[in-house]
């Protein structure tokens, strides 16, 4: 079946570090990718997506590009800030198969200290 | 409402009772999907309504846990006899139309349940 796998956590940076995190999957069908964020005390929200390889989503300075040939769709940013503190989760919604339901990675917890 | 509205938001019930969680999906959205999230774990899909129909329950971890939609609006997930393994976070999201990529999950934050 279909699976997320992401970096576990917890992950501290300092202010203006640069983050990477990773996630890679297996899917039976051709995946749109996903990675959603969950701030303290808020629910889960979009990130940003990608829906064919070697696409690049992107949003609030994070960016993860699909790659079919190793199954990856990392995580980065280039200098974080403090407000970017959250819970990251990858996930995948298999086109192939039931393309209405998302897989979760498990999340991986992101502090960033001034 | 402007977003997913969950309610309670916390929940301790002792073994064996039954508890109903409620989702107030954003006005419109016809998709709407129950998760749980257990301490340590990914999250894991439940049921998923279309409408008020059910067409993939196969989350759903036993018969004693079963999930309804009205009006296209609003639903309840019921647990009868809750065990402490039940114990988790429910979350629930809804989207405006299910398996595009650009109708993403919006999601509430979720209720927390502890059954002791």
Redesign the interface.
């Given at each position: 079946g279909d699976s997320?796998t992401q970096m576990e956590g917890p992950v501290t940076l300092s202010e203006e570090a640069f983050l990477t995190i990773n996630c890679t999957y297996t899917a039976t069908g051709y995946p749109?990718l996903?990675w959603?964020v969950q701030y303290p005390?808020?629910?889960?929200?979009?990130l940003l997506?990608a829906?064919k390889a070697d696409d690049k989503g992107s949003n609030k300075g994070f960016e993860a590009t699909y790659r079919k040939e190793t199954t990856s769709f990392h995580l980065e940013k280039g200098s974080v800030q403090v407000s970017d503190s959250a819970v990251y989760?990858c996930?995948l919604?298999d086109?192939g198969g039931?393309?209405?339901?998302?897989?979760?990675?498990?999340?991986t917890l992101l502090t960033v200290n001034p | 409402g402007a977003g997913v509205s969950q309610s309670p938001s916390n929940k301790v019930t002792e073994k064996g009772k039954d508890v109903e969680l409620r989702c107030d999906p954003i006005s419109g959205h016809t998709a709407l999907y129950w998760y749980r999230q257990r301490l340590g774990q990914g999250l894991e899909f439940l049921i998923y309504f279309q409408g008020n129909s059910a067409p993939d329950k196969s989350g759903l971890p036993s018969d004693r846990f079963s999930a309804e939609r009205t009006g296209e609006s609003v639903s309840t997930l019921t647990i009868q006899r809750t065990q402490q393994e039940d114990s988790a976070v429910y979350l629930c999201a809804s989207s405006s139309e299910a398996g595009r990529s650009n109708s993403p999950l919006h999601f509430g934050n979720g209720t927390r349940l502890t059954v002791t």
């Amino acid at each position: 079946g279909d699976s997320v796998t992401q970096m576990e956590g917890p992950v501290t940076l300092s202010e203006e570090a640069f983050l990477t995190i990773n996630c890679t999957y297996t899917a039976t069908g051709y995946p749109s990718l996903f990675w959603y964020v969950q701030y303290p005390g808020e629910g889960l929200q979009l990130l940003l997506k990608a829906t064919k390889a070697d696409d690049k989503g992107s949003n609030k300075g994070f960016e993860a590009t699909y790659r079919k040939e190793t199954t990856s769709f990392h995580l980065e940013k280039g200098s974080v800030q403090v407000s970017d503190s959250a819970v990251y989760f990858c996930a995948l919604s298999d086109r192939g198969g039931s393309n209405y339901k998302l897989t979760f990675g498990k999340g991986t917890l992101l502090t960033v200290n001034p | 409402g402007a977003g997913v509205s969950q309610s309670p938001s916390n929940k301790v019930t002792e073994k064996g009772k039954d508890v109903e969680l409620r989702c107030d999906p954003i006005s419109g959205h016809t998709a709407l999907y129950w998760y749980r999230q257990r301490l340590g774990q990914g999250l894991e899909f439940l049921i998923y309504f279309q409408g008020n129909s059910a067409p993939d329950k196969s989350g759903l971890p036993s018969d004693r846990f079963s999930a309804e939609r009205t009006g296209e609006s609003v639903s309840t997930l019921t647990i009868q006899r809750t065990q402490q393994e039940d114990s988790a976070v429910y979350l629930c999201a809804s989207s405006s139309e299910a398996g595009r990529s650009n109708s993403p999950l919006h999601f509430g934050n979720g209720t927390r349940l502890t059954v002791t």
